[in-house]
């Protein structure tokens, strides 16, 4: 019973791990290139002021630190439970994407987008309930 607990709690910190970081990422590395601007190329000079913009911006950087932080935590999070499990259960990041995307990006989210995070929320919340393991680990 107390590995059951365990199993549940552990799988419960690292999808939240990845419900946070990757969104997270995912908006850090937009407003960076959003502050790089319009990427046109069309001599080789152009190329490297492209990478000295992508590559001296901290929102880049952060974006990219998020990014690796929620794929650790997704590859750890596939040895504790099944497949079937982790990827509904993250779906909750949907969640975190429409509230960062109208908070920090401030984007319209229409009363439709609402629905449709709510709805998925009640499957991660039915997901959730059921144990994150239905195979015996090897």
């Known amino acids: 019973m ?41 001599t080789i000079p152009d190329i490297f002021n492209v990478f000295h913009k992508v590559f001296t911006s901290s929102s880049i950087w952060l974006g990219i630190g998020s990014l690796i932080t929620f794929f650790l935590a997704y590859m750890i999070v596939l040895t504790w439970a099944d497949y079937s499990y982790v990827q509904p259960a993250s779906a909750v990041a949907y969640a975190v994407v429409a509230f960062m995307g109208h908070f920090l990006l401030r984007e319209v989210v229409t009363r439709t987008r609402w629905v449709g995070v709510l709805i998925i929320c009640v499957g991660v919340f039915v997901v959730g309930n059921t144990h994150p393991r239905t195979t015996e680990p090897n």
């Open 2 to 42: 107390k590995s059951s607990r365990n199993l549940h709690f552990k799988t419960f910190l690292a999808i939240l791990l990845m419900v946070i970081f990757g969104p997270l990422g995912n908006v850090l590395l937009g407003r960076g290139m959003k502050s790089v601007g319009v990427v046109t190329i069309r």
